[in-house]
């Protein structure tokens, strides 16, 4: 069962499916957002509502079949984890990098370096701040 409609009442139908890529249609033609099922945390459905037509064409439509690929949290609302990936360049070698965060500066190359670094100057400061003690 991958894909569902039936009726709910008065001529507004149900749609279910399991498949992400239907979800654009089924917005396109009108229908609102009604449920979220995830088992585990994953979005595994949606399910939609609206004029029965509608609802009937949108179940007709052709698309490739693609799990979703989000998360829910323990509301049944589902929520974004990582935002698009941010185009930068490497703070130290200047790669192409493509940031899942904002805060990230580093390529996978220079990352574990420029975090030695990191501890390398922040210990130092606090050498000679705390642990100066000779007199
Ligand atoms: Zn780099």
Redesign the pocket.
């Known amino acids: 069962m991958v894909t569902q409609c039936w009726e709910l009442a008065g001529g507004t139908w149900a749609l279910y499916t399991e498949n992400a890529n239907l979800e654009a249609a089924a917005l396109q033609a009108g229908l609102r957002p009604m449920a979220v099922y995830s088992k585990h945390g994953r979005v595994k459905a949606k399910q939609f509502c609206g004029e029965a037509e509608a609802v009937k064409a949108v179940a007709k439509v052709q698309v490739p079949f693609a799990p979703f690929n989000s998360y829910a949290n323990e509301f049944g609302e589902e929520v974004k984890l990582a935002g698009p990936k941010v185009k930068k360049a ?1 703070a ?2 200047g ?1 192409a990098l493509e940031a899942s965060t904002n805060r990230q500066e ?2 996978d ?2 990352r574990a370096r420029a975090r030695k670094q990191a501890v390398r100057e922040r210990v130092a400061r606090y050498r000679q701040r705390c642990r100066d003690v000779t007199l």
């Open positions: 490497c130290a070698c790669r580093y390529c190359r220079c």
